[in-house]
């Protein structure tokens, strides 16, 4: 079992920026690719940024290419979500997320069996 543990969230305003903290415990050395998903309401949960174990592959969707930066530190069992120049449109629950099973292809949102609680970040204009 690996349990994720995810911080940061907040109001903050356009422009502005933002760094989610996501720690990981439990039966962590099995995780592999870790990602952020996002839930605005009414909206689906979309994937926004993916890692890869190593860290070697990234993923970004292209609402968020350029401004996110995904990171992950395997020594400190941490993932991070650097977001800068936010919109209100990045509005939304935010949840860290790992699968265990090995994927080719970084950008599936398939998958993923562990989750955050969620942090909320709300963008004002």
């Known amino acids: 079992q690996v349990r994720l543990e995810d911080s940061g969230g907040g109001l903050v305003q356009a422009g502005g920026s933002l760094r989610l903290s996501c720690v990981t415990s439990?039966?962590?050395?099995?995780?592999?690719?870790l990602g952020w998903f996002r839930q605005a309401p009414g909206k689906e949960r979309e994937l926004v940024a993916a890692?890869?174990?190593?860290?070697?592959?990234?993923y970004y969707s292209d609402s968020v290419k350029g401004r996110f930066t995904i990171i992950r530190e395997n020594a400190k069992s941490m993932v991070y979500l650097q977001m800068n120049s936010l919109k209100p449109e990045d509005t939304a629950v935010y949840y860290c997320?790992?699968?265990?099973?090995?994927?080719?292809?970084?950008?599936?949102?398939?998958?993923?069996?562990?989750w955050g609680q969620g942090t909320q970040v709300t963008v004002s204009s």
């Open positions: 439990g039966r962590s050395f099995n995780t592999n690719a």
């Open positions: 997320a790992a699968r265990a099973r090995i994927y080719t292809d970084i950008s599936t949102s398939a998958g993923y069996e562990f």
């Open positions: 890692i890869s174990r190593t860290g070697s592959v990234t």
